[in-house]
């Protein structure tokens, strides 16, 4: 089965700093790889996500890319706010399959 | 769009007796919903498949008998937690999808379980 993995559990960041979020998928059949923001006590919330026919996509402050060969995506985070914290997950999936394989989480605290 | 509620958001239970959670979709039709279990500082760890209509699909070391899954409508999916026990203490996440785009799940907002 598919296994993800995700580094760093912990990041601690400057206001205004940016943040990288890493993750490596060991099944070469995966294609599609979202990204979830989780606060405290909520449900993961969907950010971003892409598919592995693109190398990277962007959404304002966020950024993800994805190294097929590699089997390696991560999430960028520029300009960060004390908001951006939270836990973040990433994901991987088959597209034609509803369940992901969820990374360990990504704890993101912002400083002021 | 692509709201999932639950509820309630906490619960509180004495151990031996029975509680259920509701997710329901509040802006789609969900032919299917996903039932996660999450620990404090952990992943979410999926416990069964919904199909509407149909038997869910339970995870393996997922007892089908003790985490009750009933799924009445393509907008309402149930999880009784019977005979609670501390240990099923958790935060308990529905998701739902509503088969469009890339199969998208759309997670609900957790439901906190505390059985004394």
């Known amino acids: 089965g598919e296994n993800v993995e995700q580094h760093p559990s912990t990041l601690s960041v400057q206001e205004g700093d940016s943040a990288v979020i890493k993750c490596t998928y060991s099944?070469?059949?995966?294609?599609?790889f979202p990204w979830y923001k989780q606060e405290l006590g909520k449900g993961p919330q969907l950010i971003i996500d892409?598919?592995?026919?693109?190398g990277e996509k962007k959404d304002q402050r966020i950024a993800v890319t994805l190294n097929k060969t590699a089997k390696h995506f991560s999430l960028h985070i520029t300009e960060t706010q004390p908001e951006d914290s939270a836990v973040y997950f990433c994901?991987?999936?088959?597209?034609?399959?509803?369940?992901?394989?969820f990374g360990r989480g990504t704890s993101l605290i912002v400083h002021p | 769009g692509a709201v999932v509620s639950q509820h309630p958001s906490r619960v509180i239970c004495k151990s031996g007796t029975s509680v259920k959670i509701e997710c329901r979709s509040l802006?789609?039709?969900?032919?299917?919903m996903f039932w996660y279990r999450q620990f404090p500082k952990q992943s979410l760890m999926l416990m069964a498949t919904?199909?509407?209509?149909?038997?869910?699909?339970?995870e393996q070391g997922v007892e089908k008998d003790k985490f009750l899954i009933n799924h009445a409508s393509l907008t309402l999916s149930t999880l009784t937690v019977t005979s609670a026990h501390p240990e099923d203490s958790s935060f308990y996440i529905c998701?739902?999808?509503?088969?469009?785009?890339?199969?998208?799940?759309?997670f609900g907002p957790g439901t906190r379980l505390t059985v004394l």
């Open positions: 998701s739902a999808s509503p088969g469009l785009r890339y199969n998208e799940q759309f």
């Open positions: 099944d070469s059949a995966s294609n599609y």
């Open positions: 892409i598919r592995s026919n693109v």
């Open positions: 994901a991987a999936r088959i597209l034609r399959s509803y369940i992901p394989t």
């Open positions: 802006d789609f039709q969900a032919t299917t």
């Open positions: 919904s199909n509407e209509g149909s038997k869910a699909t339970y």
